[in-house]
């Protein structure tokens, strides 16, 4: 990397970092002010079309629920102390919490208490979507204090839950050459944790700021911001038609921790979307821990379900489930970080630019291999090869696998699958074919 | 184990033993009484349905031969004293003998003798279906005091070959809730041997007594007790068009040994069948010796054959032509007990009862996963897992995996295979998703 | 080997030294009086058909170039003496080199001269077919010695470039008993070389005497001399309808050095023609180099084109590329020999004999299988065994492969494969089943 590419490098990470600090304070959840405000810092980044969709609405199988809102929480001691304070964490609100205003001992009190035994100073994060509940989140520590505490406890969560609110989704698509479109779909429940989903969210946004940077894309791209589970099934809902046509998907989350990478694959496991990773991981030189599908994880449960059986992967850093971290407030901005948030940044960036640049062509002269050295595409002086015991010097090879292949069922992913070239100098040598009248593209039906 | 299973183990073992002493010593062949004994015997413990089939009768490129009845059989010195004696081992008279009554020296009945080099006091076992001919199968011990004895032999053999007789097959064929049928088919035709296949009658009457049991099982289910080759030819002549819808079988045989268990793969090797006993064995801890698809063996030879195309599978406990007791006297019950045949016939059932429990499903609700929760299907308070490291509980684990393939193309097997989850936990949760009215069966045409 | 087969092969043997003598020294190219003298030789082993196809003629992406002819070339010092002389190597003048008559200093002469820096006595072998050119081929000691030699030096290259001239061809085709047809193509471009390519052209002129002598073959055989790349474009152009339809094929190139054999896939990899010459590999129990198929190499690019797709393959010995004596004046008769060429013939002549037997049948009695015994194909005394631990004796295993596989879709490969038993005596009992009317043949439409 040159001096100038290091210096702009840095600049995206510093931008990362300045979200990251802007971003992780505010109170996310299915709905709310917090999503409103989260979204509209993500438009500072590129331009996402927001929506409202009605609580209450069916969809499918499911209602959204009403929206809700919190504005404070607490538990104080006796002598009025805050032991446990909203303010302090968003987290220590179980999500959804119907308001409550009581007097309680601490034996009452204690079903609505989550904490986490083994640490003393974590709180975990929970939620109560579809069941009315109330609950706090607190560490161990403030749990032994709470016990300990003599008399009454008073205890206040002031929220409503608003059945004539709405639920907010973002998107942005970004029209291509070609009706081939591909999903990017990321989660913005989550209140005051970094890697889950800070670092999706800003990875989604990036992502979608590039493609707009190319102008027209090749592929039509479609990027998502919704709440998980259920504002992946309403969106789905109300995009259904072209939802079954998308070619293919990436949901991204958990990608900003310090671990290594992973990948989850896509339920069929070597769809399109799965050779392109495989192969940004190879360029790479990055050997990626393996999920193989499971139907668990986030929206390739709704988006991979049999109605719509569209194959979406993830690539993680730290992936949830497998983090010590996860759910709780130590996933926080001392675990995930900018340059760690742009290290998968760079990975997924690679996969969109290979899918919008994979292409099908078929050769304009089947029969026989074209004349190359006409068209200045071939060695004039013929009978030498550049060393012994290799094959001919590497361009030509490139020409004749291109050519080779160039029957209208090989696409430029398999085919550096298939010759062990790299992808970018099959890529810049099908678009010279393509100029020199050698080969046709076999694409999809034109957007335009 | 408990206790009062162990009683039902061991009520199992001794009516097992029980039963291999009392079918032991009948004379069994391709026909004859002896077969018809051993089926009224088999009939206590299923009612079996017996039919005549006439001999000369052309059954595809075979015709079925003449009864063959023997009373007695000997070889006499000079003395008078019987050296070989049908009544002390009907495995002495070579199958099918026709009827004889000469004086002969050594040198002429030499060519009729048939002896084990090897082993002194072992007899083999031999026939001659199809070649009118006679014989005698001797221990080595016998053979050299034949050979020392001075003077005439006097030789008898008191058989007839009855063509106005018949062959005796029996078969039981329980209908189920759908036309979906396999077959479990076995063989009469050995005398008194008790691995080859004394085992394999025994284990097939008690699986079909099985299935009456579970009174209307959900597939059909063919049981089939015939003598090997010609027997299961004419069946499948008589039978043809029902036999060629067949959707796959089982030949039971040599099941009873004291040796590790194994399993002949069908000639396709990855059929319904073959990953049904996979399970059964994986479930069961067991590897079993893997005996790919080969042309000889048993009847599989027939079903399997091209016009059939039946994939037919066998498992074994000392498979034939693996033992060296095999077709001598010595398989007798010395080498196998009832303890032995349990092991088998325990693995069958489970085969049988994976096969019968196995299905498709398809969704009611192919658009993004139904709401569990509020079907009491999923925990309410979300955002916390069973352990870091690990995936969600295991029960919500079994609903996703199974309504996430439940796309009318994996059957419960297959979803076993790709989640590594138990059978019995998908077959349960299936049936539960089924009641909340969450899977549609996707059946065969019903019997009904 | 007995002694009559012995001498059999080393007369073969003394006959390939004696036509690699003769047909060494001869200059060919493209086109040329040295190809058709190459060919006329070439003749004495099987009558070749051969044609002219007239220079200027469109094929394809191509067009034939004029005829080359090359009488004399040298480089003469000032003092008269040939430092470089045609009549002494072939290789010294590029070829397709114009004519040229001039007197030049060396630093003139320098971009005309090609050479090994790393050989002291090696002459290069190269050639400027599309674009006119001239050029000498020298070892590095000659470069060296023009490099000193002082003043002018001649320069003169008696040839010329003949637009009425023709491109020579030649082919066989032996029509067999069936439409499936195979091609055996090899090159003649190439001026004094051994193992690139006068191997190829014997081993291939030899394969025809051999199909011609087993009178009517099975399959219909294509053998085919061509200039390498123009040649084989031409040839398809002019046969596009019938090439179109070609079962497989071989390119026979480089199988004469001292080095290992190795085997260049088809396309395909698992075709018959793969197939076919790994059971020869295997019967011969060689384990050849294995080269996956790449769009490098020779005529296989223009017979595998998009629009021909004929899976075709290689057997090499010491294959072009690999070895350090390619394309130079080292690959000569000290490199190549009779003896090394016989060995791959032999191993092609297998190929050949397995494809030509290769067929596949129906059974006439696909229900059941079809009763050995009374047509003398089965032991009349069963029961026995040959060995206890094995399975029955081996030729009715033979049998009973054949007979279960014969359903129209195995071919004796694929039975050979899946049994492992040998190809030779499948075809042999395969043959003596239907004799006794128990299989079909499943031909492609008859010649006659």
């Not at 709470?146 to 409503?160: A, C, F, N, Q, R």
């Not at 709780?328 to 998968?344: C, H, M, Q």
Request: charged share 25%; hydrophobic share 35%; proline share 6%.
């Amino acid at each position: 990397m040159d001096k100038a590419q290091n210096n702009e490098s840095q600049k995206e990470i510093d931008e990362i970092d300045h979200l990251l600090n802007s971003l992780f304070p505010i109170t996310r959840s299915l709905t709310g002010d917090g999503n409103r405000e989260t979204l509209r810092i993500l438009q500072e980044i590129a331009p996402l079309i927001v929506s409202e969709y009605p609580c209450g609405s069916v969809v499918y199988d499911w209602v959204i629920p009403p929206e809700w809102r919190v504005r404070d929480a607490y538990i104080k001691n006796v002598s009025g102390e805050r032991i446990i304070d909203f303010k302090k964490s968003n987290l220590h609100v179980v999500g959804y919490s119907t308001p409550v205003d009581v007097q309680l001992d601490f034996a009452s009190l204690r079903p609505h208490l989550h904490t986490i035994e083994a640490e003393e100073d974590v709180i975990p994060y929970r939620t109560s979507y579809y069941k009315r509940d109330w609950g706090f989140c607190v560490t161990r520590l403030q749990y032994e204090e709470l016990e300990k505490s003599e008399g009454v406890l008073s205890v206040k969560i002031d929220s409503d839950l608003d059945n004539q609110g709405s639920m907010t989704v973002a998107e942005l698509r970004v029209p291509g050459e070609t009706e081939e479109e591909y999903l990017v779909s990321t989660y913005l429940c989550h209140p005051s944790m970094a890697n889950d989903n800070l670092s999706g969210l800003l990875v989604t946004a990036f992502l979608a700021r590039d493609i707009l940077r190319v102008g027209r894309p090749k592929k039509t791209w479609r990027f998502v911001f919704v709440p998980e589970t259920i504002g992946a099934v309403a969106y789905l809902h109300k995009n259904e038609i072209e939802m079954m046509k998308l070619a293919g998907g990436l949901v991204i989350t958990t990608c900003g921790g310090p671990g290594p990478m992973g990948y989850k694959e896509t339920f069929l496991g070597n769809h399109t979307m799965d050779r392109a990773i495989r192969l940004a991981f190879k360029e790479a030189l990055i050997d990626p821990l393996r999920y193989p599908f499971v139907p668990d994880g986030s929206d390739e449960r709704q988006y991979s379900s049999p109605g719509f059986r569209i194959p979406v992967a993830t690539i993680t850093k730290d992936k949830y489930y497998e983090y010590p971290e996860y759910h709780t407030s130590s996933d926080n901005l001392d675990f995930v970080s900018g340059s760690e948030i742009a290290k998968s940044l760079s990975l997924y960036r690679r996969v969109l630019e290979i899918l919008d640049s994979n292409q099908i062509f078929r050769s304009t002269q089947p029969f026989c291999e074209p004349q190359l050295g006409k068209r200045g595409l071939y060695p004039n002086v013929g009978g030498g090869i550049n060393q012994v015991g290799s094959r001919p010097i590497p361009d030509v090879d490139t020409l004749m696998w291109i050519l080779f292949l160039a029957d209208g069922t090989h696409d430029l992913i398999s085919i550096a699958d298939k010759s062990g070239l790299e992808f970018t100098e099959i890529d810049f040598v099908a678009r010279r074919l393509r100029g020199a009248g050698l080969l046709d593209r076999c694409d999809p039906p034109s957007t335009l």
